[in-house]
């Protein structure tokens, strides 16, 4: 069955500072690997996603993950952290086994920025 | 860009009560998923529909349950409604497997009193 870890269930960081958040995953198959970022009260919205394509993959508000095979690695980064950054972010994978094509999420790592 | 839209946004239930959620996903996408993150917790896998006919299974009770119809909404029906059930569900959907991403919506807050 499909995993993800996530390491660190809260981050702190200072503005402008780089945000680094940790996810291995664990699959027998080829995973597709996803960031996701919730909000207070707010629902899921896709940072970014790993479909075999190129390693290094590129999302929305600055944010990157670079898929590392040897390492089993999906980390998250962004180079300059804002204030609006704070949020708890999921990674989430989807093996497209036998099992479905659901997606599964990591625990979560809530992200405080702070000035 | 239309989005998954979930109804209720809120819904507060007494034990023992019934209560049903609806999805209406992203038009042209035919797979549907269910998940419920409870407080402080990671969205956990109910079930999910494609093409109208239940794919995958997780961990949901027995005492819910839920469809996908002809034009591709889904709903949840939870029954006999337990404190612990209070918490957020997530619709998503997806075009087939989700090679090109799951769009999640709002979700429902359920609160059971």
New interface residues.
């Given amino acids: 069955a499909q995993s993800v870890t996530q390491l660190g269930s809260h981050v702190s960081v200072s503005e402008g500072a780089l945000v680094l958040l940790r996810c291995n995953y664990s699959s027998s198959v080829p995973p597709?690997l996803?960031w996701?970022v919730q909000y207070p009260?707010?629902?899921?919205?896709?940072l970014l996603?790993y479909?075999s394509a190129a390693t290094l993959v590129k999302g929305i508000n600055g944010f990157e993950a670079e898929f590392k095979k040897s390492e089993t690695s999906f980390h998250l980064t962004k180079p300059s952290a804002h204030m609006s950054d704070a949020a708890e972010y999921?990674c989430a994978v989807?093996a497209?086994t036998g099992?479905?094509?659901?997606?599964?999420?990591?625990?979560?790592t809530q992200l405080k920025v702070e000035l | 860009a239309a989005g998954v839209i979930q109804s209720p946004r809120h819904l507060i239930k007494e034990k023992r009560e019934t209560a049903t959620l609806k999805c209406y996903p992203i038009p042209r996408h035919d797979t549907v998923y269910w998940y419920q993150q409870g407080p402080g917790q990671d969205p956990q896998f109910l079930i999910s529909f494609y093409e109208k006919m239940q794919s995958d299974k997780g961990s949901i009770p027995d005492r819910f349950s839920a469809q996908q119809f002809s034009d591709y909404h889904s709903e949840l029906n939870m029954s006999s409604l337990e404190l612990g059930d209070s918490a957020l569900y997530f619709c998503a959907s997806s075009l087939g497997r989700g090679d090109y991403g799951y769009t999640f919506g709002s979700g429902t807050r359920l609160t059971v009193v």
């Fill in positions: 597709y996803f996701y009260n707010q629902g899921l919205q896709l996603k479909t999921f989807n497209l099992g479905g094509n659901k997606l599964t999420f990591g625990t979560g």
